[in-house]
């Protein structure tokens, strides 16, 4: 039983890799949301670990406990804290992740159940389905909209999701690092063929950019 | 001291809480209103109309708790120990909550 527990482990610490993955960031955003990920991460298992002090307490043989100071000292004033910091930390990251100053804009359109990007080209806007091509090294704002359900763009590598509704125009603020090809997916379940709406980013050399209007899976 | 209990007591009990509550729900409600209305553009003095929109509930609730909080030891005599205790439950959860409103970018 304790081998088979042992072996489950590396198979649920696969998912915390790969190219779908928030703990493997490759810009500046998606840096700052790991950051906060484990940052919360911290601090449910400080609260976690006090539970199970506690827990363990409770088996052993009974004693004089300072009630004052597991009520308020911990159960108070310490997950007070825990949550306090967790907060600031969420909040300084919302601020630093929001569309603040110029960025590179780009159009992402969503339906049941493909994605049709915009992106401006040498020789004017291109489009292309399935695949975003951005420039490298330099914010990117997506505008995203839908023309049927609801939506939504994540590309985990690079930023954080914006749902994508219909009647609206909403904006995200991304950034890769490096020129290289992410993955991103909807994340809002749209219907039967969810699973499979997928698309690419790629990030491009911004010496090379704006890429040609040959690129495959573009068309000017 | 006359006694105070059933149902007068509890509203006393859940006083704070309920506050708390009702000031979130109309806060996130005028937040989600002020941002499709342009709100934050608008001033009023030295902050927006959307900062002053949603802090209005809050500063209501905290008042409420505090009115509550005075008169609580009259109003329940010997039985007032839980509800003051919830009715400060309700005010420092709705200083705690209404705090980010008042720094954090809003739409």
Same mark, same amino acid.
């Given at each position: 039983m304790?081998?088979?527990?042992l072996?489950?482990v590396?198979?649920?610490? =696969?998912?915390?890799?790969g190219?779908?993955?928030t703990?493997?960031?490759s810009?500046?955003? =998606?840096?700052?949301i790991?950051?906060?990920?484990?940052?919360?991460?911290?601090?449910a298992?400080?609260?976690?670990?006090?539970?199970?002090?506690?827990?363990?307490l409770g088996?052993?043989r009974?004693?004089?406990?300072?009630?004052?100071?597991w009520v308020?000292?911990?159960?108070?004033?310490?997950?007070?804290?825990v949550?306090?910091?967790?907060?600031?930390?969420a909040?300084w990251?919302?601020?630093?992740?929001?569309?603040?100053?110029? =960025?590179?804009?780009?159009?992402?359109?969503?339906r049941?159940?493909?994605?049709?990007?915009?992106?401006?080209?040498?020789?004017?806007?291109?489009?292309?389905?399935g695949?975003?091509h951005?420039?490298?090294?330099?914010p990117?704002d997506?505008?995203?909209?839908?023309?049927?359900?609801?939506?939504?763009?994540?590309?985990?590598?690079?930023g954080?999701?914006?749902?994508?509704?219909p009647?609206?125009q909403?904006?995200?603020?991304?950034e890769?690092?490096?020129?290289?090809t992410?993955e991103?997916?909807c994340?809002e379940?749209?219907?039967?063929?969810h699973?499979?709406m997928?698309?690419?980013?790629?990030?491009h050399?911004?010496?090379?950019?704006?890429?040609?209007?040959?690129?495959?899976?573009s068309?000017? | 001291m006359?006694?105070?209990g059933?149902?007068v007591?509890?509203?006393?009990?859940?006083?704070?809480?309920?506050?708390?509550?009702?000031?979130?729900?109309?806060?996130?409600?005028?937040?989600?209103?002020?941002?499709?209305?342009?709100?934050?553009?608008?001033?009023?003095?030295?902050?927006?109309?959307?900062r002053?929109a949603?802090?209005?509930?809050s500063?209501a609730?905290i008042?409420?708790?505090?009115?509550?909080?005075?008169?609580v030891s009259?109003?329940?005599?010997?039985?007032a120990?839980?509800?003051?205790?919830?009715?400060?439950?309700?005010?420092v959860a709705?200083l705690?909550?209404?705090?980010?409103?008042?720094?954090a970018?809003?739409?």
């Amino acid at each position: 039983m304790k081998c088979a527990a042992l072996a489950t482990v590396p198979l649920v610490l =696969a998912g915390c890799t790969g190219p779908l993955s928030t703990l493997t960031p490759s810009g500046p955003i =998606a840096q700052d949301i790991a950051w906060l990920w484990w940052a919360l991460l911290a601090g449910a298992a400080l609260l976690a670990l006090m539970v199970f002090v506690l827990v363990a307490l409770g088996f052993g043989r009974p004693r004089e406990v300072a009630e004052g100071r597991w009520v308020f000292g911990m159960g108070v004033w310490f997950s007070l804290a825990v949550l306090t910091v967790t907060l600031a930390g969420a909040l300084w990251v919302g601020e630093r992740i929001l569309p603040h100053g110029p =960025a590179l804009e780009v159009h992402a359109h969503a339906r049941q159940w493909s994605w049709t990007f915009t992106h401006p080209g040498a020789t004017g806007p291109t489009e292309s389905e399935g695949v975003l091509h951005i420039p490298a090294g330099q914010p990117v704002d997506v505008l995203i909209t839908s023309s049927d359900v609801i939506h939504s763009f994540w590309v985990p590598q690079l930023g954080g999701k914006m749902d994508a509704i219909p009647g609206r125009q909403n904006r995200l603020r991304i950034e890769a690092s490096r020129p290289g090809t992410y993955e991103g997916l909807c994340a809002e379940f749209c219907g039967l063929e969810h699973a499979s709406m997928r698309f690419e980013v790629i990030a491009h050399d911004p010496a090379a950019w704006p890429p040609l209007p040959t690129m495959e899976g573009s068309r000017p | 001291m006359r006694r105070v209990g059933g149902m007068v007591w509890l509203a006393w009990l859940i006083a704070g809480p309920t506050a708390w509550a009702a000031a979130f729900s109309v806060a996130y409600g005028l937040h989600g209103l002020g941002c499709e209305l342009g709100w934050p553009a608008l001033s009023l003095g030295p902050v927006s109309l959307q900062r002053v929109a949603i802090a209005l509930p809050s500063l209501a609730a905290i008042l409420l708790c505090l009115v509550l909080l005075a008169r609580v030891s009259t109003a329940l005599g010997p039985e007032a120990g839980i509800p003051r205790l919830g009715l400060w439950i309700g005010l420092v959860a709705t200083l705690y909550t209404m705090a980010p409103v008042l720094v954090a970018t809003s739409c």
